[in-house]
């Protein structure tokens, strides 16, 4: 299957060139970049310098099965019609078209998450992936807003890392400024909450904080439960919904130093870690969840919804499993 | 004013030699470590090199007007009976002596906590200071609870950074384990709750995460208001409350990279940090402080009670203002 | 090929793990801990979570076609002569063979560095991986010593994360002491100067600084060149050394951030990137190599060495190329 | 003594409102900054919310017995003769009146390096402070230039935090890109080796690397001595040239894990610590230095050289010790 990855020097788009060519299944044709067009990507991203790749202009995109779009809010809106001229297969990792939205071309866009969609997105040709930092908290408060253990608003602390971001410079990610900070810069009203709303089905009260790491979102949420619960029962619940799917491992140890998930051994991975703790008198549930911001939160989600929409083995090309020590 | 700090090996004494080598009218006399005793100090604390002291063994202990009490849980209950017959003024920086708990000899601990009982430390002589992340959380929510602000429980999130569980090695400490860890080692039963709950007059649900420093807690706490709110409310109820308190700086800024309270410009200093912002819809109030666990949150916050027990400027000794960039 | 990993609780024994386990040639029989045994793999390694890997002790050691050694030095040695009755092949990762060191049963180790020695490794049945930075310094300097670039002793800079000193506490690898730290605990007389002069032919004065980071091993070679040479000229040399050799990449960009080599590029990687700069008058050739310590420099050394000297693809099961961003 | 600091906003420009603020005999008048005029300082450095303080806009400054210039390359020149209309002494920090180098109006400014230049500075009204490595090596070497220590060339390497390339975000300051780096980015060719030749007399072949870290320089010097040395003669070499200087610490312990200088414990210092090792054969001196690169390699060295040059006592105003754990 023929592949380009469109917006290929940010940091979404090296990671889609890693996995494709990394995946028994996808053929690498282009690496796109309107700045770096003539350049070597080893320039941008020195871990592929071995590929020996070079940028190509967008006015070169030549036909694919799949097209990759890894642009910023806005740039996929306005480059989308093109590229649906060459590309059989859409997948978009920018907020453009999630959350149902169509395109100019009235192209519905089925939502990139198979642990909520698996049955969705077979066959789809039009793929938006959700944000990375809603994701994680989709993916931790799905399965007890089924179960019917979710009461009234959920607190969603997330913590995220300065890829988040994207790899264009700035005041907020210059590196005196943001080396060891803990700032809280959305401590009310981040657009993921409807995201949440809109997967999860809960109401999500968010406050991020840019943390001092690179890669890796993490969402610690605070869930009242309708009566009180024990741990078990809410592991039980987490258990029973991801007992199939891949990518999701539930983390419940009593012994060790790492107990929950925790994003710092999920670097290069797909899988999004989730667990959870209960007050002693059962009255507030703790689930934490955490992955990559750049792969399963983007890049990873968006292979791994292709695999599922073309019929492939789901984690074709998404098999490294993280490091330890990290 | 004689004085020793007891437990001057580990890292809340090693804050006390700092802080009361640079103290106007504090005369360090010794600094006693059973361990090292006999070794320099500059082994243990490379920063204090120039100083050329040398740590005395316990039994050597001489009368001073006051010791600082800078050991691990059980030990300063153990030893308070021996200190007390040669300090006329103790100032405990463990758990032991706090929340009203009387030593074995009967005495009764005032809370070291200046900002809200600065009228019961004057004179004191039996002096207990609260746990670090306890004191962000409380002087984050006392003003909210006192002015009606707080309906049913607060969910608190803290960080903290490795300083915080001391100076012994473990596992858990482990650089290759620690250094990038987002631990969420507590996730419920803190004990730092109960003082919360008795300094603040709130019920506040904590959950902890260690977090990649090594200095500095910080606590972001969502507060259900009984009824909307709007911003500007909550920020007039911390001005007003810390209007003539020299060590909390209510930072609500509206331009610039740093609008919240963040621990990395709080290191070696005694400040708090205190800010907050509010949903949309008004129903719920996020309240972020920050502080140096091994300052405010221990040595420093020691250093202040002292100051106003035996009227001194309460800041005498305490100035450093922290760095930027840090 | 049934392969058992000893000393599997460790950090290169879980790298070990991690590699096995995504050999296509490779069955991965035993992890094996004295410690741990008969607890999950995962309370020690979170990242190999979803393998559901159990510890054995080391006396069920099962037949098997290789045995790792993960073990620290001395303990190798120690076990060696009763895993030579189960195994026929052994890859030792400790220092304990190296040098062609000849074990109890006097079996000689071959050197596991297939750059320098493709033509001794096929068919060998014990094999001894050098230590990290002799493997980053030997890799950059043998080439230069072939061609005749080296007079006079270099000077090696080498900067080690704290992964390099294993998983065991410690004061020195306590997170708040080291953390920050830029240590230099070893600047003269590492042992790791007569692995380099055994290898490269070169006369090795070594300092070793532990830096902030948890991976990753980083040397700075000043060396002395008989007469003026220009950087083309040394980039030649490494470039023709290393054509064909898989693992080594020479990095020589004129643009971008990343010029020369970084370990942040290369975590879980088995890549060692080198590159050179001269001074402008050509009196001083400075080259820098990188690589994972644990990878590169240890278990993926053996694993490639295992692969060359099995007969496998060189490459087989080590392709990640490594993060960016890292 | 009335003060203004011109280019406040700059990193080195806030250590200098922090310094003049927390000094004895200094009063700040204005602190100076173009971009910034008409704003609160806090929002630029959020450490001195305290003070309430507003930029000035340039054209606004106001007459003053001593002006601080901490301004980019080349600004300082170009503003210098404006300046010297309105103040009487003049401390730069910038590049651009090194090395004995005169202004415009035919001045000529004093290295303000009091260690060195003691006998020089007394009454001078115009002062350049050295670059930051530059100090660091000079410092290192100087003595064992002085003593004959020193045979030919000597390599320094050198480790810089991110501060040292100041406030302005580009590509290479970005926190992704920048977080994990040991980016070695100017391998050869760095303009301090002509400020080390000057002052220490060694000729220095210099490679820098920046380091994951935002404060901190450190040099690690390797020096050929003429005929093999032991390295108590180094540091006897060492104690006696810095026996009355109040800023150098040398710094060489037998235990512990803090043997020789490291950044960490010196962030917000004016301290240099100084160390040295020798090579068992005596063949070869490591000497290593380590300062922080806003305060003793820039703000502080100018608030040091100003108290020499006006008859302060040398330390006034640069009392902080730095912390640790750090």
């Not at 419940?252 to 994003?263: E, F, K, Q």
């Amino acid at each position: 299957m023929k592949v380009s990855v469109v917006g290929a020097a940010g940091y979404t788009g090296g990671e889609l060139l890693r996995l494709v060519h990394a995946h028994p299944e996808l053929d690498l044709v282009q690496a796109v970049s309107r700045r770096h067009a003539g350049r070597p990507v080893a320039e941008v991203h020195p871990n592929l310098h071995h590929l020996g790749l070079t940028f190509h202009p967008p006015q070169e995109l030549a036909p694919v099965d799949t097209a990759f779009l890894a642009l910023p809010s806005g740039a996929s809106a306005e480059l989308e019609a093109g590229v649906a001229e060459l590309a059989g297969t859409i997948v978009d990792l920018s907020p453009d078209f999630r959350a149902g939205a169509s395109s100019a071309s009235g192209d519905v866009y089925r939502t990139g998450l198979p642990e909520l969609y698996a049955d969705e997105l077979p066959g789809a040709e039009r793929i938006s992936v959700p944000g990375c930092m809603a994701t994680a908290a989709i993916l931790a408060l799905a399965p007890l807003s089924k179960a019917g253990l979710v009461a009234g608003d959920v607190v969603v602390d997330a913590r995220t890392g300065s890829s988040g971001s994207g790899a264009e410079p700035g005041p907020s990610s210059h590196h005196a400024e943001r080396g060891n900070a803990f700032r809280v810069y959305k401590p009310a009203g981040h657009r993921h909450e409807k995201e949440i709303a809109a997967h999860a089905k809960v109401r999500a009260r968010m406050t991020v904080t840019a943390v001092p790491s690179v890669r890796g979102a993490q969402v610690v949420c605070h869930v009242t439960p309708p009566e009180p619960v024990e741990r078990r029962d809410v592991l039980r619940v987490l258990q029973r919904e991801y007992r199939d799917r891949p990518f999701v491992r539930v983390v419940a140890r009593s012994r060790g130093v790492h107990r929950l998930p925790d994003p710092q051994f999920l670097s290069g991975t797909n899988f999004v870690d989730v667990g959870c703790a209960v007050d002693e008198d059962g009255g507030r549930i703790v689930v934490v969840a955490a992955l990559d911001n750049l792969v399963k939160g983007a890049a990873g989600g968006g292979v791994q919804s292709l695999n599922v929409a073309r019929g492939l083995p789901e984690d074709a090309g998404l098999e490294f499993p993280g490091l330890h020590p990290a």
